[in-house]
């Protein structure tokens, strides 16, 4: 994720975000996967989102298998285009994330994330879903600039790029479940 700055501003306020200090730039892209190398896993994560109906909000329960630190968080992202969009994060304690838990309405999604790091240095993650989508699996790469994301070449166990395609990204997977044809 990078800053802010390289944005349009009016584009920014116009998606609601109307302060720098507060939003992050996250640029990246998707595509369907088959298994990655577990040689290249170093982390794996499972993931309960809550997505707020009506909003553009999600509540994310993260937690490191093994045990560790739970990154626990609710945010609110916007998209720019389809591999760009805005974020502001609020970190939460266990309470504070059981009373939103308890309080909000919306779409549920779980996963399993694994973190990578490929033999060119640069990491990813792969997403397996679990319940409704179990099956599913994406890859995701992110970037610090667009010119870094244009150049990056997939991995070999990524199949087919969704990047432009609004129906795998998390909010539309937790509401309408997997697109037709889609695993």
Known sequence: MSSLGEVDAAAAAALGFLKADYVAVERERRWLCRAAPRELVTETWTINDLYVAGTQLRLREARPLGGGSP????????????????????????????????????????????????????????????????????????????????????????????????????????AHGLPPGGA
């Not at 989508?133 to 990056?152: H, P, T, W």
């Open 71 to 174: 990154r626990l968080r609710f945010s609110r992202k916007a998209d720019l285009d389809a591999s760009t969009r805005l974020i502001t994060t609020i970190y939460l304690t266990e309470s504070e994330l059981r009373v939103l838990a308890a309080a909000l309405s919306g779409d549920r999604l779980r996963k399993l994330r694994h973190r990578l790091r490929l033999p060119d240095g640069s990491s990813m993650s792969v997403d397996e879903f679990q319940g409704d989508l179990d099956g599913l699996r994406l890859v995701e790469a992110e970037f610090d600039s667009a010119e870094a994301l244009a150049a990056f070449r997939p991995p070999e166990f990524a199949l087919r790029e969704v990047t432009d395609d609004a129906r795998y990204t998390g909010a539309h997977l937790a």
